[in-house]
């Protein structure tokens, strides 16, 4: 996937999981823990896996 597209991705499961999408809260903390749409924070992605449960 190009980057464009990621960054995309990453948008919209922003504005998803503030709406309390449990899904995207998951796929945001994917995007963190790889790199995609967004810089690599892996303290980022444990949050946003924490707030998926």
Do not use: P, R
Not at 31 to 44: A, I, M, P, R, S
């Amino acid at each position: 996937m190009e980057e464009a597209d990621e960054a995309k991705k990453f948008e919209q499961y922003q504005k998803e999981a503030a709406n309390g999408s449990a899904e995207a809260q998951y796929n945001m903390g994917l995007c963190y823990q790889h790199g995609q749409g967004v810089e690599e924070d892996t303290k980022q992605a444990i949050e946003w896996y924490t707030k998926a449960v």
